[in-house]
Structures are given as structure tokens and as C-alpha cells.
Nanobody, 125 residues
């Protein structure tokens, strides 16, 4: 498995931006697709964005398309999530996930075999 550590969360106001980072260690980082999920209190974990092993293919949830950007730097074992124009409804714990067998990112949590501990993002109105 890959060990994942997220950072970059915090308290921001509506309309602000944040950049999340996820540093991986363990199994070769470049071995699979990566993704970000989020989970708000009382809600199920939901897919936010995913990126292929090479970084050449990305997918986004409709709700974040055009505002969020996922990227990865395999030389630094890091995946990023740039979040712009945040809304209070996006307050959640954001999780990084790694799918060692995935070439392309999937939207299902069960497709990923390694998870970080999460980083809290709170957006105030």
C-alpha cells in the first residue's frame, strides 16, 4: 500500500481558494491513478476529482468542474487539488486516495486501495 498524508486545509470565506496537497510514500507513487474525495458531516463520501497515472487524464465531479483542478508531480510523490470559488456547501473533510491498479481514475471509492487521514476544509459564508 501507499501511505498518504494530506495538508492544506483550513478555514476560508466563501469565494476564496485553497490548495490541498497529498504526499505519498511506500509503493511507487507513479504506479496508479489518484483521486480526491470529500465527506461532509452526515453525508456519504463523494468523488471530487481524479487523475490518471501519467497525469494526462483528469475527471471531475460536475459540481466542481471549472473551479477545481487536480494535478500531480510524480517526481515529488505529490498530488494537488486547487480549489477556487469555494462555497459553504463544500465544507468537508477532504481525502486523498490512491488506486495502485488503476491507469485511469474512477469515481467509486471502492476502486482505491489507499487513503489518507483527511484534511478539514471549512468555508464560512
Amino acid at each position: 500500500q501507499v501511505q498518504l498524508v494530506e495538508s492544506g486545509g483550513g478555514l476560508v470565506q466563501a469565494g476564496d481558494s485553497l490548495r490541498l496537497s497529498c504526499v505519498a510514500s511506500g509503493r511507487t507513487f507513479s504506479g496508479g491513478a489518484m483521486a480526491w474525495f470529500r465527506q461532509a458531516p452526515g453525508k456519504e463520501r463523494e468523488f471530487v476529482a481524479g487523475i490518471s497515472r501519467s497525469g494526462g487524464s483528469t475527471v471531475y465531479a460536475d459540481s466542481v468542474k471549472g473551479r477545481f483542478t487536480i494535478s500531480r508531480d510524480n517526481a515529488k510523490n505529490t498530488v494537488y487539488l486547487q480549489m477556487n470559488s469555494l462555497t459553504p456547501a463544500e465544507t468537508a473533510v477532504y481525502y486523498c486516495a490512491a488506486g495502485g491498479r488503476l491507469l485511469l481514475p474512477g469515481r467509486g471509492a471502492s476502486e482505491y486501495d489507499s487513503w489518507g487521514q483527511g484534511t478539514q476544509v471549512t468555508v464560512s459564508s
